[in-house]
């Protein structure tokens, strides 16, 4: 080592090796003791105590709004009672004024009905009921009745809304108890105010206000903190609640008419965990009448005055016109706080705060998730990273002045030196610590660069090539590499489908899963260099872009499934099914979006949408998108990335992993079809990836009208996701039927009962407040809907769950992604209900259909003498173990030729008794290649019984060109390497079909 390295300054402590690092540990320092001390002093009081004011505000502001309404209503009854009081009486005068104070606009949504009740005989000296009362007809208008003058029952005077008005003072409102009104049946509670002339009770005025609106006005509110609220009156009975089934009770009266009564949240607290018992823990505060002798007199005298009121009650009464909580005005009217371990509507840990209703002494009770309150942690993380800044920020400006004096200044000065002398000059002045050693070498060594500079031309030349030749050399590596995957993956087939133990078959499924991994990984680096090379094959063949469709969103469903997810398939736009493209490669850009897009979501979806058009002279063009509910990617990332080695940042490699080729080799797979790919996403809102490809009409195409049997069937559809509903929606339309839907168990089934029978219901499992499996047995419990046939879908599939639903009366079970075949067929066998579905053991699933459509496809049972002979002409000994196993399990009887001349041997051989039905040839071999062997059996030039046999390359020969070298060489057919057995299979069922 140079001893002007070491030996630079006059110590360790003032070099730069000692400078820097203190500089940067005094800096940490200062920003880990800003983050402790922000999160002890801030953070932890800070997030409950400002979580619970937010929500309190949020209630507070709940009681000003249900307030604005109860004083609009207070203001026209007191309004009511002045005119009352100083209208002659003449019943002629009190009908027009009253009525038209009554009938105030805006307030016909909530106000039902109202009047006036003079004491008795007070108004006429020769009647003792003399009221004046206005309800609303059918039409909302408000209508004269003079039902309570009648001589029959008590007599308005010992109602309960009426006998405590004696008590209240002027101007001020007494507020009944909640109750059903005799003849709208609506539940309504009632404002009065009292009257006097002089010193003398004169009676009362009421307005009859609705409660049916309470529960819309609370839900609107409780939107801001994500939970619901609720109301009592002043006895704890319920005005409104967001779950009819807790707070109502429904029974019929003497003539069959159907009551609903709000229950007492006492009574439903006792027969209902986790709903608190409010009233009960406020009645010492607010019963303050059994502390006055004068309130207990009156306490005795409203029971006393009223058929409808017990002493209990009569107490309570009069506490409230006491009015304990007077000081509780608006801003002000928070009571009390607790917290349930498990809310009986949102199912999970909520914060209840109770409020007061000032006047009505009715409660406001607010119900708000854990969750949400937990959420306004984020102010605390915006406090600590505003800390955080502003430490970083002094920290670094300190750290810069301090930089800069010891080593920016003198680097300035070396660079002014340096452009002042551009062709011999030294570095001067600069002799201490580790720039004068800098500045040492550099004078030692500048006179070395002109020559080096000269050297670096020439490496970057042979670099270029170097870069040439490695992109020639990866795109010929594809037979090398090909060849022995071949082998790996067909022996770990092979044992797959031997007796294995548990442990065994483990160890095999894991190799396999790696072994195809790497395939993978190969196959994008071989991509990437083909088309760097120019050398990728486009294939042009007749396919089903339907079935190539659901038959890849089945394959990746167990990747969904794992994580918990929804794989929608939307394909109702394909115009063409039939089409001629590249199946291969349309289907490789799709499981490299598919794959990121589930790799990259946490919950929530993956949508695949599909379409085809016709565009005229140019052919179709197909039209995909794959769009997620995942992480997103931040705007500034999306311009690169589609370009290789592309990620989005390098945490998304340490914990996502993956090559960064895959979105480069689908946007230049796009191009090379004359098509283009984009990228839409926002962060925390997921992404959409969109493509389009340029396709050819095939032979068979048509467009795809369903000629299918479900018109006018009556299906009804339950799914909380709404993009499952639409698209199950308009696939089910498109086939005629007449399709209900709805998102929720309790919905379905109020739809069922006033919907004339349906044929089929199909229901998701997972959803909130009721199931799939709730709602199925509520379905099997009525007898009138024994006849409609239920078919499940779930997106997690249990060992054992297909014959519990089965037994529940199901007639399907189909596992998601849901792919429209498996909808139509399931749907045909469940109405159909013949022997079908008799024979499904235990009933409809992907499974047994696929069993069904694979009874027209089976092969004919051939006899041992009757095999079709096949000639397998393969040099590697692995490729030919793996290439006979499979070939064997599959029904075929197979001789094996090692080289092209041995072939020819043997089909010279083999003559018209014994001849082979077909061959399977590889391409590289010794002696005679694949391509030559094929053209003399072509040619005719050998005594070989069927020079038209069909020939099949099957070749680990993958790059641009090499197929039309074999269809050229007179080869029917074509396979890549490794073997795809389903793929093997197929072709040879295509070639001897005849």
Known sequence: MDKTLVRTGSSFFGSLAFKIPLLFTIMLSFMMGAFLWVMENHGKPLLLSVAKQQVRETGESIVAVLSERLALTASLVTSMANSAEALPNDAAIYKKVIKRQLDYLGTEHFIAGGGVWPEPYLFNKGQQRSSFFWGRDRSNQLQFFNDYNLPQGNGYHHEEWYVPGRY???????????????YSFQAMVTATAPMYRGDQFYGVATVDIKLEGLTELLADEAKKFKGYAYALDRNGTFLSFPDDAISKRTHLDEEQNQIVEYLNIAEVAKNIEFIPN??????????????????????????????????KEAHRIISVIADPFKHKSLGNTFIKEMEMVNDPILKQPVLINVFHVPNTYWKVVTVTPISVVSASSEGIKQAVLMSFVYVIGVGLLIGFIYLYRILLAPLKSMYYQLKGHPNDGLITGINKGELGALAKQYNKRSKQLVSANDHLETLLVEAQQASVAKTHFLANMSHEIRTPMNGVLGMLNILMRGELNNQQLHYVQVAKSSADSLLILINDILDFSKIEAGKLDLEEIEFDLRSLLSEFTV??????????????????????????????????????????????????????????????EMGLVLFACVSDTGIGIPKSKQ??????????????????????????????????????????????????????????????????????????????????????????SELLQSWGAVVSETMGGREALQIMHKHPPFDAVILDMQMPFMDGEQLGRQIRHEEKW???????????????????????????????PVVPDDVHDALMIALEGGDALEQAEPL??????????????????????????????????????????????????????????????????????????????????????????????????????????????????????????????GMDDYLAKPIDILALEEKLIEWLAD
């Open 844 to 969: 409809v699933t992907h499974h047994h259909l696929e069993t069904l459509r694979g009874l027209d496809n089976q092969k004919p049972a051939n006899g041992a003498d009757n095999l079709p002979r096949l000639l397998l002409v393969e040099d590697n000994i692995i490729n030919q173990e793996v290439a006979l196993s499979i070939l064997e399990d599959l029904g075929y009887h197979v001789e094996v030729a090692e080289n092209g001349q041995v072939a020819i041997e043997m089909l010279v051989m083999a003559g018209d008794l014994q001849h082979y039905d077909a061959v399977l040839m590889d391409c590289q071999m010794p002696v005679m290649d694949g391509y030559e062997c094929t053209r003399q059996i072509r040619g005719g030039h050998h005594n070989i019984f069927n020079h038209a046999m069909p020939i099949i390359a099957m070749t680990a020969n993958a790059m641009k060109g090499d197929r039309d070298k074999c269809l050229d060489a």
């Open 555 to 616: 394959t990746m469903a167990h990747l969904v499934h794992n994580k918990g997810l929804e794989l929608i398939l939307d394909i109702n736009d394909i115009e063409y099914s039939w089409v001629k493209g590249d199946p291969g490669r349309i289907r490789q850009i799709l499981t490299n979006l598919v794959s990121n897009a589930i790799k990259f979501t946490e919950d929530g979806e993956v949508l695949i949408k599909v379409a085809v058009k016709d565009a005229g």
């Open 639 to 728: 311009v690169t990335l589609f370009e290789s080695f592309s990620q989005v940042d390098t945490s998304t490699t340490r914990l996502y992993g993956g090559s960064g080729l895959g979105l480069a080799i689908c946007k230049q797979l796009c191009e090379l079809m004359d098509g283009s790919i984009s990228v839409f996403s926002e962060m925390g809102n997921g992404s959409s990836f969109e493509f389009t490809a340029s396709l050819q009409k095939g032979t068979r195409t048509m467009q795809v009208i369903p000629q299918i049997n479900l018109r006018n069937k009556y299906v009804l559809l339950v799914d909380d996701n709404e993009t499952n509903l639409l698209v199950l």
């Open 278 to 311: 409010i009233i009960a823990s406020l009645s010492e505060l607010e019963n303050i009448s059994k502390l006055n002798a004068n309130l207990i007199k009156k306490a005795k005298e409203i029971a006393g005055s009223s058929y409808q009121i017990e002493l």
């Open 786 to 816: 024994d006849g409609v046939a239920l078919i499940m879908m779930t997106s997690k599939s249990e060992r054992g769950e297909a014959k519990h639903f089965a037994e529940m009366g199901f007639a399907a079970y189909l596992t998601k």
């Open 168 to 182: 209240v003072a002027k101007q001020n409102v007494y507020w009944s108890r909640s109750y059903m009104d005799p």
